[in-house]
């Protein structure tokens, strides 16, 4: 919450890199973690510059919460608790939140009171030095860049066979994929950018997720 306004404002009103530019929180299977995800119009900005500007925004808002002041983290806290005290505005959340808490077999159903006690505990010092901890040496960072095909990217055009609306493509390993409803897509690693020199290429997904380390499913509990 304390990261969405800075980072609306800095990625696309100062910057204008696109509509939809928003930070996320992310639990993924116990390993706590955000992210920020920017959509750009690719005839104006390529995904290399944009990943720049959001390392800029994070250096930036790294500053800012080195020099945050105790009223203004108060006034996030309290704004966040008033938050997760509304009531649902309908069943439809209330199922969400707890089914979710049977799928992932963690059946925490009262998590919205466990969070806020635990927001009225925290200090501003526990939450700079979590924020730098991301950001530290020692931290990880996935950069995913998905590039259009088209036309509009100076793309060269579809190849029309003038045969039935059927689309097809090829595999890897050379057999056609077909659907006669929508178009097959073909996931195209694409070389890395100068720009970006320094970080690791991922070319083969599995061969990538195969060497990593796997750590036991972990349940937040409390």
Not at 3 to 29: A, Q
Not at 127 to 154: N, Y
Not at 203 to 210: C, E, G, L, N, V
Request: negative net charge.
């Amino acid at each position: 919450m304390h990261m969405e306004e800075p980072c609306f404002d800095f990625l696309r009103t100062k910057e204008t890199l696109g509509y939809h530019v928003y930070p996320t929180c992310r639990n993924t299977s116990g390993i706590l973690g955000f992210s920020i995800t920017v959509e750009t119009q690719a005839t104006k900005f390529n995904t290399e510059l944009v990943e720049m500007k959001i390392e800029d925004f994070l250096a930036n808002f790294g500053e800012k919460m080195a020099s945050l002041t105790d009223e203004a983290f108060k006034t996030q806290v309290t704004a966040l608790i008033k938050l997760k005290e509304c009531e649902d505005t309908h069943l439809g959340e209330e199922v969400d939140r707890n089914w979710f808490e049977v799928l992932t077999q963690q059946y925490v159903f009262d998590r919205l009171n466990k969070e806020i006690e635990a927001l009225k505990l925290i200090t501003k010092s526990e939450l700079v030095s979590s924020f730098m901890e991301f950001r530290g040496q020692s931290s990880k960072k996935l950069s995913i860049h998905v590039v259009g095909f088209g036309e509009a990217e100076h793309d060269p055009p579809a190849e029309d066979d003038g045969g039935e609306a059927q689309l097809a493509q090829t595999d890897s390993d050379g057999e056609h994929r077909s659907s006669l409803y929508s178009e097959v897509s073909k996931l195209t690693f694409l070389p890395a950018s100068a720009l970006l020199a320094s970080a690791t290429a991922i070319t083969d997904i599995h061969a990538f997720r195969s060497s990593l380390k796997l750590y036991p499913y972990h349940k937040i509990l409390k």
